[in-house]
């Protein structure tokens, strides 16, 4: 079945240092990968997308680029904030269908 | 447009009460989700419907566990009875579905967080 492994948190940096979250994937065709972001307290957002193969998504300094023969979406930034401090999910979803299937979340902890 | 709106956003009830939590989509969206957040299982996607019909529904854990769309601007799910182990955050979505392009991007409400004791 299709599914997503992220790599296990937390993560703890100090403020500018360079940050990647490992993801990859398991899915039959050609998914649509995102990164979505969930701050203390409140719902997921959208941090990017990609749709098919070397795309890359970018958004707030992160990217991540679509790489089919690794499977993987890893989300990288050059110089992390405290303001950056929140749990990642890194997901996937099938052109025809639309539900989204998560991995387990990474929390990043940034201290300035 | 005021996104997805979630209520209550917190709940506190007893072990066997019935506990009803509500969903406003955006409008104009078609599809519609619930999922559940805990420390152990991460997110799980419970069930999720189109244009107001039940699409999937093989997350929901039991039969204790009800949802409805009666129409498109609003859901429910309902726990009844309620079981300590129901604890959790309730998030519910909405997206164009395939309208919105090759890819679905989903927008979550802000969660309810149930305390079943």
């Known amino acids: 079945g299709n599914s997503v492994t992220q790599m296990e948190g937390p993560v703890t940096l100090s403020e500018e240092a360079f940050l990647t979250i490992n993801c990859t994937y398991t899915?039959?065709?050609?998914?649509?990968l995102f990164w979505y972001v969930q701050y203390p307290g409140e719902g997921l957002q959208l941090l990017l997308k990609a749709t098919k193969a070397d795309d890359k998504g970018s958004n707030k300094g992160f990217e991540a680029t679509y790489r089919k023969e690794t499977t993987s979406f890893h989300l990288e930034k050059g110089s992390v904030q405290v303001s950056d401090s929140a749990v990642y999910f890194c997901a996937l979803t099938h052109r025809r269908g639309t539900a989204l299937i998560f991995g387990k979340g990474t929390t990043l902890s940034v201290s300035s | 447009d005021a996104g997805v709106i979630q209520s209550p956003r917190h709940e506190v009830t007893e072990m066997g009460q019935e506990v009803t939590l509500r969903c406003k989509p955006i409008s104009g969206h078609d599809y519609l989700f619930w999922y559940r957040q805990t420390m152990m299982r991460g997110l799980e996607l419970l069930i999720y419907?189109?244009?107001?019909?039940?699409?999937?529904d093989s997350g929901m854990p039991e039969d204790r566990f009800s949802a409805k769309m009666p129409n498109a601007s609003f859901s429910t799910l309902k726990i009844q009875p309620s079981e300590p182990r129901d604890s959790a955050v309730y998030f519910c979505?909405?997206?164009?579905?395939?309208?919105?392009?090759?890819?679905?991007?989903?927008?979550f409400g802000p969660g309810t967080r149930l305390t079943v004791l």
């Open positions: 419907f189109n244009n107001n019909v039940p699409i999937d």
């Open positions: 979505a909405s997206s164009l579905g395939l309208r919105g392009g090759s890819y679905n991007e989903q927008f």
């Open positions: 899915a039959t065709g050609y998914p649509s």
